[in-house]
């Protein structure tokens, strides 16, 4: 179970810039049509492999905040891991051709958030433990 808790350390953006990275460099075009769909409406819905990109980015922001809510150890060192991450995002978006696209800054922009949120309710879900354990002790003089 220990090492099951290193794992869930690894930051999912991180994942997440491979499979883009990779997908990138192989030659795949984020802005072409993976599928057609009819709606009930009548609209035709075109996704593209970017947008399918941002909304597997929507679910993996999603489970990183729920990563937040933990505490110990590992978080902390998930939090700093993901602050790399973004700053790689950042850099790879500044300097790599492959990475200048709407689509990653998206994912660049949700990484930040991972990053503020993560540190963010680490410190609100810390705070509370303290005032759970001082309000504890207190009562207990």
Do not use: C, Q
């Not at 609209?43 to 679910?59: A, E, Q, R, S």
């Amino acid at each position: 179970m220990d090492s099951f808790k290193y794992i869930i350390a690894i930051p999912f953006f991180g994942l997440l810039l491979l499979l883009y990275l990779i997908l990138a460099m192989s030659g795949a075009t984020f802005n072409t049509p993976v599928m057609e769909m009819t709606l009930w409406s009548g609209v035709l819905w075109n996704p593209t492999t970017g947008d399918f990109f941002v909304m597997l980015g929507v679910v993996t922001l999603y489970l990183e905040i729920l990563k937040s809510t933990k505490t110990g150890t590992a978080s902390i060192v998930e939090h700093v891991a993901s602050m790399f991450v973004f700053i790689l995002y950042l850099i790879l978006f500044i300097v790599m051709g492959v990475a200048g696209t709407s689509t990653f800054l998206i994912l660049s922009l949700m990484s930040l958030l991972d990053v503020i949120a993560g540190f963010t309710i680490t410190i609100i879900a810390a705070r509370r433990d303290l005032n759970v354990v001082g309000g504890a002790a207190g009562a207990a003089s």
